[in-house]
């Protein structure tokens, strides 16, 4: 259970994962807009459309992915598709650190397409569409997020967007330059 800094525990609808099973019922504030952003990033690596596929497609590598998340859990696998609950460690005024969980439900269209659609509190929604094809010596990935946020923190989640985006691109050249 979190602490105030008075070091009391306090109790909240975030800590309890039976509690988190619609985030989308979280609307952002009243009165508050909304801001949609677009970032993509390209890149090849020396691996198959279908061990990216694969290793996209598993939750528990969602964790290698993102640099800001610090677990996976509450997996549940459907056929073609998982849902799973993040949980996000970010940075918030200067050095202060705080959890926040993130509910994600990740598709795949065979080798070509894996999808996460990611649901955090406050209306903040991502949807990061990996898109995959073969080409000669490997595979040419593109990487799309769009991400609705309210506006008065679009500047720093788009900022954390890229951040996660580029350790994504880099982590996944490096895992596949490790295969040989």
Not at 59 to 88: G, I, K, M, Q
Not at 118 to 143: H, L
Request: hydrophobic share 40%; charged share 25%.
């Amino acid at each position: 259970m979190p602490r105030t800094l008075t070091g009391k525990a306090v109790a909240s609808q975030w800590d309890r994962p039976e509690d988190w099973r619609d985030s989308k019922s979280v609307p952002p504030a009243k009165g508050c807009a909304l801001s949609t952003e677009l970032l993509v990033k390209r890149f090849t690596i020396s691996a198959t459309p279908a061990w990216v596929a694969a290793y996209l497609r598993n939750p528990v590598h969602y964790v290698n992915l993102n640099p800001f998340v610090t677990e996976v859990r509450d997996v549940h696998r459907l056929d073609e598709s998982a849902t799973f609950t993040a949980v996000e460690r970010i940075k918030v005024l200067g050095s202060i650190r705080r959890n926040n969980l993130l509910r994600i439900e990740v598709s795949s269209d065979a080798d070509k397409c894996v999808a996460y659609d990611v649901t955090a509190k406050g209306g903040i929604s991502v949807r990061i569409e990996t898109e995959i094809a073969e080409v000669d010596g490997g595979t040419q990935i593109r990487d799309s997020i769009e991400l609705t946020v309210p506006v008065l923190v679009r500047k720093f989640a788009v900022r954390q967007a890229r951040a996660a985006q580029e350790f994504r691109a880099n982590a996944l050249m490096e895992l596949a330059s490790e295969l040989g």
